[in-house]
């Protein structure tokens, strides 16, 4: 969903609070746990949300970002066009300069993605070359780490949500994420 972080916050406070759930806890992959604790910090004002699990998020940003609105390269300007003001926000700087506060009263856990280069998907191994850490092909293991660090995961960025690429080497085997969200759920 295009947008700016409070923007995506808003239209997912609009969806969850229209019922009379009386807690939540939300999951969230990627880009989705900067909304999720946007939310939790600002429209949540009945305090509802009370446990955020995040998984390959980039708390920290990713140079991915800063490498899409900087290149003049036609697949970052294609990028760019697409993902804007997105991509604004997820750059290392803009993540530092204007961060989101987490709720005291909320439990914050997280998960990160990674594995070799050679093991990402196709589309996903030249980003995986651009982030000199270890990383899940867009977001590095440091960036994804916040508040309470449960591991890391053997997989790239979309097999972490079942998008399993078939252009990897022979001996992967895709990352079970119906087993592993199953289980963060319980």
Same mark, same amino acid.
């Given at each position: 969903?295009?947008?700016?972080?409070?923007?995506?916050?808003?239209?997912?406070? %609009? &969806?969850?609070?229209?019922?009379?759930?009386?807690?939540?806890?939300?999951?969230?992959?990627?880009? /989705?746990?900067?909304?999720?604790?946007? @939310?939790?910090? $600002?429209?949540? #004002?009945?305090?509802?949300?009370?446990?955020?699990?995040?998984? #390959?998020?980039?708390? @920290?940003?990713?140079?991915?970002?800063?490498?899409?609105?900087?290149?003049?390269?036609?697949?970052?300007?294609?990028?760019?066009?697409?993902?804007?003001?997105? @991509?604004?926000? @997820?750059?290392?700087?803009?993540?530092?300069?204007?961060?989101?506060?987490?709720?005291?009263?909320?439990?914050?856990?997280?998960?990160? /993605?990674?594995?070799?280069?050679?093991? &990402?998907?196709?589309?996903?191994?030249?980003?995986?070359?651009?982030?000199?850490?270890? %990383?899940? /092909?867009?977001?590095?293991?440091? #960036?994804?780490?916040?508040? &309470?660090?449960? /591991?890391?995961?053997?997989?790239?960025? $979309?097999?972490?949500?079942?998008?399993?690429?078939? $252009?990897?080497?022979?001996?992967?085997?895709?990352?079970?994420?119906?087993?592993?969200?199953?289980?963060?759920? %319980?």
């Amino acid at each position: 969903i295009p947008g700016t972080i409070a923007e995506r916050a808003s239209l997912l406070a %609009n &969806q969850l609070f229209q019922s009379d759930v009386a807690e939540f806890s939300l999951f969230a992959h990627s880009m /989705g746990g900067l909304d999720a604790r946007y @939310l939790i910090s $600002f429209p949540d #004002s009945d305090k509802r949300i009370k446990r955020l699990l995040t998984v #390959s998020t980039p708390h @920290l940003g990713s140079p991915i970002a800063t490498w899409a609105l900087e290149s003049p390269r036609m697949l970052p300007v294609m990028i760019h066009l697409v993902g804007r003001p997105a @991509l604004d926000e @997820l750059t290392p700087e803009r993540r530092r300069a204007v961060p989101i506060p987490d709720r005291i009263d909320v439990i914050y856990t997280s998960y990160a /993605g990674c594995c070799s280069v050679s093991e &990402q998907s196709f589309w996903l191994r030249p980003f995986g070359r651009m982030i000199i850490v270890e %990383n899940d /092909g867009l977001v590095s293991v440091d #960036s994804a780490k916040w508040e &309470q660090f449960l /591991g890391t995961l053997h997989s790239d960025h $979309f097999g972490l949500i079942g998008w399993n690429s078939p $252009f990897r080497n022979s001996t992967y085997r895709p990352f079970d994420h119906i087993k592993f969200w199953s289980q963060a759920i %319980n």
